[in-house]
């Protein structure tokens, strides 16, 4: 699998611009942009729980098995980030409404579309003869439990939203003292979750509120990073700490946090030097929560009711294949459901909500 995934990296270069020197690319987290970060992001994802259902004990998936263990939880920091960036800069733009929208139009939406995704994996159990019951159904429904599907980053972001509204509610005016409350309901919910359920419902959120800073501060950031040598030192020191923090990110949950967000650092000042487009990433980033929330959906089945998972190529390029396809139609019917439900309620003009 290491060279299938060196394949992959080599493939996300197609296309790739790097800026001109001392010049940074202004629109590096743009939608457009930070769609192609995603898309990387998400196909690590699917790297990741593929690695969980065949047997990868080859001296040639050493390397492979190295980077998805150095990974961790940090290959959802992106999502995070560019949902936190995203949620100010709709704030900055449409102000209060915006603001008063996040409950239905973000944090219910992702749930209703979570929602559908579980009775997918519901039925696939049933053809496989398992029976689920009502408290397990319940529990994965509240992203408490699971039944095959992913649940603790619906959580993550459902959470980052309910908490952004009640930050900026009443503070629309004053959108550091937002963000600053924001930052502290964010620490506040990681201590609550701390003894009732596992670290990765928590350890990457501070990217969400790391982004809306971001998103406050961008023109002086970008200034101080022309400046000199500040762009070498800020993405060398990045580099370093993470390095250091991610070997001790087990150790302790703020050591995880401090990981994800020197992680996501490094990232986004790459994306200043270097622009990330070809289709296969722009497609991937433009669909997200369907390619994250489906994917276990093939590789659950048949592991299940074939022996597919006995070769690991063949598991890997059926499920990739599979995913990609159910992707679609999955976002081909929820689009127009959005329309027939979502789409009567008020939404600030301009905005499409994603997940």
Avoid at 203 to 221: E, H, M, Q, S
Wanted: charged share 15%; net charge positive; hydrophobic share 50%.
């Amino acid at each position: 699998m290491s060279l299938i995934l060196l394949l992959f990296l080599i493939s996300f270069l197609i296309g790739a611009k790097p800026a001109k020197r001392g010049e940074f690319f202004p629109d590096y987290a743009s939608l457009e942009k930070s769609n192609s970060i995603k898309g990387i992001f998400v196909i690590f994802v699917f790297f990741r729980h593929y690695a969980q259902y065949v047997t990868l004990d080859s001296v040639w998936d050493k390397g492979f098995s190295l980077i998805n263990y150095m990974l961790g939880q940090m290959i959802v920091v992106a999502f995070l980030f560019y949902s936190g960036y995203g949620v100010m800069c709709s704030i900055e733009k449409k102000g209060i409404s915006y603001v008063k929208s996040l409950p239905l139009q973000r944090a219910l939406r992702v749930w209703v579309h979570y929602a559908i995704a579980v009775g997918l994996f519901w039925l696939a159990n049933l053809l496989l003869g398992r029976t689920i019951s009502a408290r397990k159904l319940i529990g994965t429904l509240l992203c408490w439990d699971a039944i095959g599907n992913s649940t603790w980053y619906i959580m993550a972001i459902i959470i980052s939203y309910l908490l952004a509204y009640l930050s900026f509610r009443f503070c629309i005016n004053h959108k550091k003292l937002g963000a600053a409350w924001l930052t502290f309901l964010t620490v506040c919910a990681v201590f609550a979750l701390i003894p009732v359920r596992p670290g990765r419902y928590y350890n990457t959120l501070l990217c969400f509120p790391l982004g809306v800073w971001w998103a406050i501060y961008k023109d002086k950031i970008d200034a101080f990073l022309k400046k000199g040598m500040n762009y070498g030192i800020a993405l060398s020191g990045c580099m370093i700490l993470t390095v250091v923090t991610n070997g001790l990110r087990n150790h302790n949950v703020w050591i995880y946090e401090l990981a994800s967000v020197s992680f996501v650092c490094v990232g986004v000042l790459i994306t200043m030097k270097l622009s990330l487009k070809n289709r296969l990433i722009q497609y991937a980033g433009s669909h997200v929560f369907s390619l994250f929330i489906l994917q276990r959906l093939p590789m659950l089945y048949l592991s299940k009711a074939t022996e597919l998972e006995k070769s690991p190529y063949l598991f890997f390029a059926v499920t990739f294949v599979i995913t990609f396809i159910i992707s679609f139609l999955f976002d081909f019917c929820i689009d127009r459901l959005d329309k027939l439900t979502f789409g009567r309620m008020r939404i600030p003009a301009g905005e499409k909500p994603a997940e």
